[in-house]
């Protein structure tokens, strides 16, 4: 096994396929990851779990519900077949949620395992409520890092673990690097907890890093 160059920094990502920032910062990372010494690791974390006893709206969480199974065949293709093939599962699901705005249904599901090559039967996971507890097992993994006050993405690099950033569209090239080096700056200063405005544009994904990282390698 190879290992990975001192010069290198380890970065963790966690995310919900149904998240459309998670999306765009997912983009951004990858391109991070061209100009940048970074290897990202990708993992699940759910909207659904997060929100499971909280006051929200039917419709919200009528919204949320297929991330269940969605995240339970993630996690059967990531157990069965290692953490490499999660980037590529995610890519094609968010191309076909956020771009093409498919129904978050099982017949998407199964086309993007087979756009990965991986087993048809995965899909059966969608079902299977064993594998929740793993889901959660990541989830909170990636949650416990920054609180409950946050959702998705929540990204580690090092000790240092922060929410987002939210941002539209992903930027590209330098551009991109430069927001890592920035966020990165910020989220290890001591004491640092916030910076935010309000959003006043929706998530892009026709311009920036989206449709550069659209499809799985």
Known sequence: ???????????????????????LSSRWILEVETVRPVDITFHLM?????????????????????????????????????????????????????HEKRDRDKAMVAEALAAVALPADLIEAWDDESWDAKVRDSHEAGIGLVGLDVGTPVIRVADTAFFGPVVTPA?????????????????????????????????????????LHDRAA
Request: net charge negative.
């Open 46 to 98: 759910s909207l659904s779990m997060l929100n499971e006893d909280r006051d929200i709206s039917e419709e919200y969480r009528t919204l949320l519900a297929p991330g269940r199974g969605m995240g339970r065949v993630v996690m059967a293709a990531q157990v069965g077949h290692g953490d490499s093939v999660v980037p590529g599962l995610y890519t094609e699901l968010g191309r076909r949620i956020h």
């Open 171 to 211: 930027p590209v090239g330098e551009v991109a690097g430069k927001l890592w080096d920035g966020v990165l700056l910020v989220a290890s200063t001591p004491g640092f907890y916030e910076l935010k405005r309000t959003r006043d544009e929706g998530p892009r994904f026709d311009v920036g890093a989206a449709p």
């Open 1 to 23: 096994m190879s290992k990975r160059s001192p010069d290198r920094s380890a970065v963790d990502f966690w995310f919900d396929p149904l998240c459309p920032w998670a999306w």
